[in-house]
């Protein structure tokens, strides 16, 4: 059973940072691709940034500069330091995981997400 638990949602004003977290169960021994993706209502959930185990990221071009993934491949935990952040930047925010390999050795295809945080942020 894969497990995502996200933490570090909330709200904050203009200007301000947050620190989201995403941590994978236990069985979970390597995850390729871990990131996060956020959705407003009505809208399509988008890549806000990811990145694979080897280091490589890709971050959406709005918040370039201003938020920073990081990883800890040995605990199976991503975060988002978001930085400067503006009122767009409200939404709920998820965490993803793809390519995921078990303890067991047993290799998950598709992508797992997380139960999603609120982030708000007030002008």
């Known amino acids: 059973q894969v497990q995502l638990v996200e933490s570090g949602g909330g709200l904050v004003q203009a200007g301000g940072s947050l620190r989201l977290s995403c941590a994978a169960s236990?069985?979970?021994?390597?995850?390729?691709?871990m990131g996060w993706y956020r959705q407003a209502p009505g809208k399509q959930r988008e890549l806000v940034a990811d990145?694979?185990?080897?280091?490589?990221?890709n971050y959406a071009a709005s918040v370039k500069g201003r938020f920073t993934i990081s990883r800890d491949n040995a605990k199976n935990t991503v975060s988002l330091q978001m930085n400067s952040l503006k009122p767009e930047d409200t939404d709920v925010y998820y965490c993803?995981?793809?390519?995921?390999?078990?303890?067991?050795?047993?290799?998950?295809?598709?992508?797992?997400w997380g139960q999603g945080t609120q982030v708000t942020v007030s002008s």
């Open positions: 993803r995981a793809d390519r995921l390999t078990s303890r067991s050795g047993y290799h998950y295809t598709g992508a797992y």
């Open positions: 990145m694979t185990s080897g280091g490589s990221t």
């Open positions: 236990d069985s979970i021994s390597r995850i390729n691709v």
